[in-house]
Every structure is written in structure tokens, then in C-alpha cells.
């Protein structure tokens, strides 16, 4: 089996995920949502590895030429997929809830994202009350204007084309 706690300490490892071409400062984001074939004793390094090449073969070419086209670079295109991953409930919804948040970014608006707010308390469970609204984290985005620092979760292909063609 792969061991856990390396696999956790190795995503935040700097060092290591610049290695990998990420980015952001860890790999949370880039560690891409699919099915795995995961050898008895692999490394934890080789399944990050994977994970990681699986995202950069996702977002392609052509995805990158169009958040280049869009002025977004790829951690900022990662973070806003992050939210809308957390904020969608059907896969038709994404590209309605992207053009949202790009329409608050563009007129200066906070993103007002309850996701963000779970992340920054690392509340997975339960209601997002009033006051969590005022927890001071560039994670919170009914705190901070603009977009968090980094992925809060890695997003699936659907969330990743949704912030890049919006909905008009």
C-alpha cells in the first residue's frame, strides 16, 4: 500500500512539486481526478507523479492557449476550477456559475464562495454560519477580494473547460 503520510507530506513539499512543473506551492489542485492503476508497493512520489501528468495531459495545449487568450494564468484557471468543483452540483451548471465569478472579478466584487469558507476552517461538515463569513484567510472569499492562492481542491476536466468558456 501506499504510504499515506508521505503521500500527504509530499503534496505540500514545495521543493518536490516545483519538480513536477506545478504551479503552486503544493500539488492540491494538480492531483487529477481519474482511475488509477496503483502498483502493491509504488512510491508515493510515483503516484503523485502520475496524478500530476495526468492534469498536465488534460489541460492541454488548447486549454492553455485559451486561459493565455483569456489573461488567466494556469493556477488562477486551477483555482477558479477548484471553486466551481466545490460549488456545482450538476456538470450543466459549471459554465453559468463561472461566468458568475468572472463577472465579480471583473467589476472588483468578492467572490462570496461558501467552499472557500470550508476550506479556510477546514470545515468539511455542517452549515457555513455568519460568523464563519468573517474568518480572516486569503482562503475566505467573503473576506478577500480576488481569487484564493491556490487550488482549495483538484477539479475535474468539466469545472477546468467551464472556467475557460463560461457561460455567455
Known amino acids: 500500500a501506499v504510504d499515506s503520510a508521505r503521500f500527504a507530506s ?19 489542485g494538480y492531483l487529477y481526478p481519474d482511475t488509477y492503476d496503483i502498483e502493491w508497493q509504488e512510491s508515493p512520489e510515483s503516484v503523485i507523479r502520475r496524478m500530476v501528468a495526468g492534469f498536465f495531459r488534460a489541460f492541454d495545449e488548447t486549454l492553455r492557449t485559451r486561459a493565455r487568450q483569456m489573461n488567466m494564468t494556469v493556477n488562477e484557471v486551477v483555482t477558479l476550477a477548484s471553486i466551481i468543483e466545490k460549488e456545482a452540483m450538476l456538470d450543466s451548471e459549471r459554465p453559468l456559475i463561472s461566468a458568475v465569478f468572472h463577472n465579480r472579478l471583473k467589476i472588483g466584487m468578492k467572490l462570496q464562495a461558501d467552499p472557500t469558507v470550508r476550506y479556510a476552517l477546514k470545515k468539511w461538515t455542517g452549515r457555513v454560519l455568519y460568523r464563519d463569513l468573517e474568518v480572516e484567510s486569503p482562503f475566505n472569499t467573503y473576506w478577500a477580494y480576488g481569487l484564493p492562492p491556490r487550488p482549495i481542491c483538484s477539479p475535474s476536466l468539466a469545472s477546468l473547460r467551464a472556467v475557460i468558456y463560461p457561460a455567455e
Open 10 to 28: 509530499l503534496i505540500v513539499d514545495s521543493a518536490f512539486v516545483g519538480r513536477l512543473g506545478v504551479p503552486s506551492s503544493t500539488a492540491e
